[in-house]
Structure formats: structure tokens, C-alpha cells
């Protein structure tokens, strides 16, 4: 058999066994065709044709035609062999390195948990108030001379602010002068009236004395030998009613001498007897009863004399009385008038100052009109004493606590202050939030803060060192528990904290994960407790991105 190449010319064993090769290749290039079309090869033929027989001295066979040229299969294998090399490189590569840095498993980017420092702030905004105002009112009625303030006006300590036309408050003053002259007047007449008739009701008055002296003591008296009588009336009914009892009995022992019971009773009753009667000798009865007589007919006398003296005071002047209550009135009201006037007057002239620094939140006086005591004049807020108010929900609430340091900024400076009062009261906002006002105190307030502005709060609400942090977005929830994923032994391990203090990216772990623990950020929902897994630093991750894009 003769197969052309070249004018080159292969024995007949010689092209059996190439035949025979080129099949076996052919076979294999088709199977290589389709494991490219599996793992998704493919690329660009660029080889040479060679062909893989071996050459040989040419020899010519006059007496054979030559056979036409066929297709070729040789250049496939080539082709595969530059597809698949750099793959299978690469994945020697890889296996290379892992079981040199000992990497296995599904890449998950980690970040160890460190052990510094944290400090916590709420962030809230507020609205600039005053911590001390004053309302003032009206201290005479009167008309207002001058009046120069107005709402939102500052003023100062000892500042006058409003000034009284006095002029009709000394016209009152001058008419009540007259009416206390009159009243004054009237007093002496009625003291003339009174002095006139004041012989008799002196002597009315002694007598009226003395006789109610006697009647006091007569009454005394009478009253001791009542009781006195009343007590031996007692006893003379129970020495009456023993008696009565011992004849009974007598009666019974007349009909049985022997009756124990009777006989016991008689001389019970008989002893008894005998006490009463002891009891009775203190007591003189008939003389208690003439000095009793004696004493309540001198009583009555006494009383009827005191009646009498009382008549005779009382009707001596009948006016007498009211005539110096009316004085002593007349003169109270009449040195009231001029009194109250003068200090009016006092008063007005002084006109209206602030005792504080601070703004004008209202002002209803002008000038002109006629104000009345009492009357609310205008209020002052102080600028010395402020503080924010600022509306805490419920997770900000949780963080607060009086005392807390504070930086308050109202526009485009920059306060120190502290939480000063937490509300005990809470209210729901316009958006249905319930909120519960927090006032801070401003340290460092200076005149460019304007009332009702708004203030942004932040307040530190705490300050640790030397605890493990670990990124915000490592943090995974469940129903019951708050945990991160942990790569130990190449294993992926599911580890259940206890969170502390946070701030916007680290959060404190006060139990469930150690300071070099790799804890796994990004979890993925293909990522399972207990699967291999290598973990890659953030540095790792984004050099190995790099290589990638080269």
C-alpha cells in the first residue's frame, strides 16, 4: 500500500501501522471534543500540520497510481492541548498553594475580632430653650408713660422697661387725705359721745364686776353641796335598801330558824349595814341642806344684781360701742387710703426694671394705655440659662442617663453641656413615635444663641477600653438569639454573643467570641454550620480580585 506525503513513500507495514495510529487519534480527539464541550474549552487554532509518521527513503512504484489526497484530523490534539494545559496549571497551582498555606474549603472573607477602645454617641436634634423665665405684672394701676420693648428684644439686669404717669395717682392721694379728715372728725365726735356718759358706765362696769365675782363663787358652792347632798342621798337609799333585805331575811329565819342561807345573809347584810352607816356619819345632812338654802338664795340675789349692773352699762351709752368700733375703723381705712397711696405712688415712680439678663418672649403694654394691678405686663426669658430639648425614642432612651457629657451645635457653632432632666412623661410626634423629652443643659451659652432655633445633640453615653470589637455587619439575628459565624479548624462554627456599647461600623461582644476569633463577614445563604471553608482577609480578597482582572 502506498500513501503519499510529500513525495514521501512508506512501506506497506509501515502505512498499516500509521493508519492504524491516525484512527486511535482520531478517536481520541473526538473524545477530547467533547470534554472541551463539557468544562466549556475552547480557543484559537494556531499550530502547524505536522505529521507524526515516521520518514523513510522515498521509492517509487511506477507500476501504482497514486492515491488522492484526504481531510486531515492531525492538528485536533494539538488544539486541545493548548486548551486544557493553562487549565489544568491553574488548578495544580491552586491545590498547590492550599495545601501550602493550608486554605480548603469555600472562600469566605473574615476580619479577627481586636481587642480597643469604643466610644457610644446619640446623635438628636432639639429645639434651643431657655432654662429660667420670669412673667411681670402690672404693680399699680395706672397709666403707662413710656414703654420702649417689644417681643424678641434683649435686655438687661436693672434695665428699665415700662414708666408710669403718676400724676392721677397724686390727685387720688390728695382726696384721700380729705376723706381721712373727714373720718377723723367723725372719730372725735363719736370719742365726745362716748366720754360723755362714761361716769356711769365705769361705775356700771365695777359693780357688774364685783357681782359676777360673787356669782362665780356662789355658784361654786352651790355646786359643792349638791354633790355632797347627792352623795348622802345615795347612801341613805342603799342603807334603806339593806335594810329592807335584812327584814326580809328576818322573815324567813322567823319561819326557819335554822336556814344556814338566811343566817349568812342576815350577817352579810348587816356588816354592809354598818359600813353604810359609818359612810353617813360624814356627812351632816340637815346642815348641808340649810347651807344650800343659804347659798342658792344668795346666788340668785347676786345674779339679779349682775344683771342689773350689766343693764346699766349697756344702756348708759347705747352707742358707746359701736360708736368705737366705727372709730377705730374709720381710722384703719383712713390711714389705709393714704398709706397704700403713698406706696403706689412709690411704686409707679419706680417704674418696671428686669432683675434678668435675657429675651423678650412677649410684651403687651404701650405706651399710653392704662394698665390695672395685676395685670401681665410682658415676660423675659433668660439667655444665660439655656438648654435643648430633645425628643428620645425608645432605643436612644435606653442609652441615656442624667449626668452624660454632651456637644450641643446650633448653626455653625459648637457648645459643651450634659443631660440635665429625662421626662418622666412621655408623648407621641406627629408620625405616631412615642418620644420622651430630654433636657440638656448648655455650659457655655453666649448671646449668639437665638431662642426656638434648632440644636443637634450628641451625647456620649459611654467610653470603654480593652473590649473585642467586631464589625457591625458580622452580627446575624434570630428569633432568640443574636450570633456570627467563627472559622475554627477550617470549620465553619456558628457562635451565639452577648452585644454591648456600638457605635456606626464596630459593636462590643461581651461574651461568645475571643480577641483573634475569624469572624466571617457577608454570610451567604449557601454557607452552612460545619462546612470547610478558607478564610480570606479582606486584603486577600481584594489582591486576589486583582489577579483576576489581570
Not at 489544568?88 to 498547590?96: A, E, G, R
Not at 354598818?274 to 342658792?296: N, R
Not at 406627629?430 to 451659652?445: E, F, K, L
Not at 459593636?507 to 449557601?526: F, H, L, Q
Amino acid at each position: 500500500m502506498k500513501i503519499g506525503m510529500n513525495d514521501e513513500v512508506l512501506t506497506e507495514a509501515q502505512a498499516a501501522a500509521a493508519t492504524e495510529e491516525k484512527q486511535t487519534q482520531q478517536e481520541q480527539t473526538q473524545e477530547g471534543a467533547a470534554s472541551d464541550r463539557e468544562n466549556g474549552a475552547g480557543g484559537e487554532l494556531t499550530a502547524q500540520r505536522v505529521d507524526p509518521r515516521p520518514r523513510i527513503a522515498p521509492k517509487q512504484y511506477p507500476d501504482k497510481p497514486r492515491k488522492k489526497k484526504g481531510f486531515r484530523f492531525w492538528w485536533v490534539p494539538i488544539v486541545l492541548l493548548i486548551i486544557l494545559v493553562p487549565t489544568i496549571m491553574s488548578t495544580l497551582l491552586k491545590d498547590k498553594i492550599a495545601k501550602l498555606t493550608g486554605k480548603i474549603g469555600t472562600p469566605v472573607t473574615v476580619e479577627e475580632a481586636a481587642t480597643g477602645s469604643l466610644s457610644q454617641t446619640v446623635e438628636i436634634s432639639g429645639t434651643v430653650q431657655s432654662e429660667e423665665g420670669k412673667s411681670y405684672f402690672a404693680p399699680v394701676s395706672a397709666k403707662v408713660l413710656s414703654c420702649d420693648i417689644k417681643q424678641g428684644d434683649i435686655v438687661k439686669n436693672g434695665q428699665k422697661l415700662v414708666e408710669f404717669d403718676v400724676d392721677d395717682l397724686k390727685d387720688q392721694l390728695e382726696k384721700a387725705k380729705l376723706e381721712q379728715q373727714v373720718s377723723l372728725i367723725g372719730s372725735d365726735i363719736a370719742i365726745t359721745q362716748v366720754n360723755s356718759g362714761q361716769a356711769k358706765v365705769a361705775e356700771a362696769a365695777a359693780d357688774f364686776t364685783e357681782y359676777e365675782a360673787y356669782v362665780a363663787h356662789y355658784q361654786e358652792v352651790v355646786g359643792q353641796i349638791s354633790a355632797q347632798l347627792a352623795e348622802a342621798g345615795k347612801l341613805q337609799k342603799e342603807q334603806a335598801a339593806i335594810t329592807a333585805e335584812i327584814q326580809e331575811y328576818a322573815k324567813i329565819l322567823k319561819k326557819d330558824p335554822e336556814n344556814k342561807k338566811a343566817l349568812r345573809k342576815t350577817e352579810q347584810k348587816q356588816e354592809e349595814l354598818k359600813a353604810v352607816a359609818e359612810k353617813l356619819k360624814a356627812y351632816d345632812v340637815d346642815a348641808l341642806k340649810a347651807s344650800y338654802e343659804t347659798c342658792a338664795s344668795d346666788l340668785a340675789e347676786y345674779k339679779a344684781m349682775k344683771e342689773k349692773a350689766e343693764a346699766v352699762k349697756e344702756t348708759a351709752d347705747p352707742t358707746a360701742g359701736l360708736q368705737k368700733k366705727q372709730q377705730a375703723v374709720s381710722k384703719e381705712i383712713a390711714e389705709r387710703s393714704t398709706d397704700d397711696l403713698e406706696e403706689m405712688i412709690a411704686i409707679a415712680e419706680q417704674g418696671m426694671t428686669s432683675d434678668m439678663e435675657g429675651v423678650v418672649i412677649a410684651a403687651a403694654p404701650q405706651t399710653g394705655m392704662t394698665v390695672t394691678e395685676g395685670m401681665e405686663m410682658f415676660s423675659v426669658q433668660s439667655t444665660k440659662k439655656v438648654k435643648v430639648v430633645i425628643p428620645a425614642g425608645k432605643n436612644d432612651l435606653e442609652k441615656l442617663s442624667e449626668g452624660q457629657e454632651a456637644t450641643i451645635k446650633i448653626g455653625e457653632k459648637e457648645y459643651r453641656g450634659k443631660v440635665d432632666k429625662i421626662s418622666r412623661v412621655a408623648a407621641t410626634n406627629a408620625q405616631g413615635s412615642v418620644t420622651v423629652d430630654v433636657d440638656v443643659h448648655i455650659d457655655n451659652p453666649d448671646d449668639s444663641i437665638i431662642l426656638g432655633t434648632e440644636g443637634k445633640v450628641t451625647v456620649q453615653t459611654a467610653d470603654k477600653k480593652d473590649i473585642v470589637l467586631i464589625p457591625m455587619v458580622c452580627l446575624n439575628y434570630s428569633s432568640d438569639s443574636t450570633f456570627v459565624y467563627v472559622v475554627k479548624d477550617g470549620k465553619l462554627e456558628k457562635a451565639v454573643v452577648e452585644t454591648g456599647i456600638s457605635d456606626d461600623e464596630r459593636i462590643e461582644i461581651v461574651s461568645g467570641v475571643s480577641a483573634g476569633d475569624k469572624i466571617v463577614k457577608n454570610v451567604t445563604s449557601d454557607l452552612k454550620e460545619g462546612m470547610d471553608v478558607m478564610p480570606v482577609t479582606k486584603d486577600e480578597s481584594e489582591d486576589g480580585k486583582e489577579q483576576d482582572e489581570k
